[in-house]
């Protein structure tokens, strides 16, 4: 079964990068665009980026363009998430999410998520 | 950008009521439009792609429908497990856009 399990969470100082990882398995990952996708406590569903399963293709959302970057080695079924120059408004749960073979895909299985914190 | 809004925000309903949300998209996005459940504490689960495709081992009481701007996800028969959470999500364009969502509360 799909199985996706985020890490790299944790509490960062303002200005502080972070990156989080994505292991997934389950499915043959390297056929399939992947996205993050974080939440605000207690705040709805913010998309963040999505990458294609070759890494042509990549985009992101306006809130993160220039600070995060997304990546993945399909060597080893992980996706990353590089993020730089963090704020207060960057602090939530980030999940990862499995779409299908094209970005207009739905998100069919998401991770479990990993807290970011961005604090003095 | 595509924006996306959702009404109402949130509703109260009874077990076994019909309930339905309507999503607006700024643009038409022809079908490209997920609606996902979220429950508190729990991880988004997609219901709907498409507009109207039911995810595989999802209850039939789910439905959507619509294309261009104007879509609906209709509870037919709502049951206790189905209070939480509900988005629905643009898939035509990048950035990829979420709505901000509609509590489903008891009454």
């Known amino acids: 079964q799909v199985q996706l399990v985020e890490s790299g969470g944790g509490l960062v100082k303002p200005g502080g990068s972070l990156r989080l990882s994505c292991a997934a398995s389950?499915?043959?990952?390297?056929?399939?665009?992947m996205s993050w996708v974080r939440q605000a406590p207690g705040k709805g569903l913010e998309w963040l980026s999505y990458?294609?399963?070759?890494?042509?293709?990549?985009n992101y959302a306006d809130s993160v363009k220039g600070r995060f970057t997304i990546s993945r080695d399909n060597a080893k079924n992980s996706l990353y998430l590089q993020m730089n120059s963090l704020t207060a408004d960057d602090t939530a749960v980030y999940y990862c999410?499995?779409?299908?073979?094209?970005?207009?895909?739905?998100?069919?299985?998401w991770g479990q998520g990993t807290l970011v914190t961005v604090s003095s | 950008d595509i924006q996306m809004t959702q009404s109402p925000s949130s509703l109260s309903a009874s077990v076994g009521d019909r309930v339905t949300i309507t999503c607006r998209a700024s643009r038409s996005i022809i079908t490209f439009l997920n609606w996902y459940q979220q429950k508190p504490g729990k991880v988004p689960k997609v219901l709907i792609y498409g507009a109207s495709n039911l995810q595989s081992g999802v209850p039939s009481r789910f439905s959507g429908s619509g294309s261009g701007t104007d879509f609906t996800l209709t509870i037919t028969s709502l049951q206790p497990e189905d209070f939480a959470t509900y988005y629905c999500q643009q898939s035509y364009s990048s950035p990829l856009t979420f709505a901000g969502g509609t509590k489903v509360e008891i009454k």
């Open positions: 999410a499995k779409s299908g073979l094209d970005y207009s895909d739905s998100m069919d299985h």
């Open positions: 990458i294609s399963g070759t890494s042509i293709s990549t």
């Open positions: 389950g499915f043959t990952f390297s056929d399939y665009y």
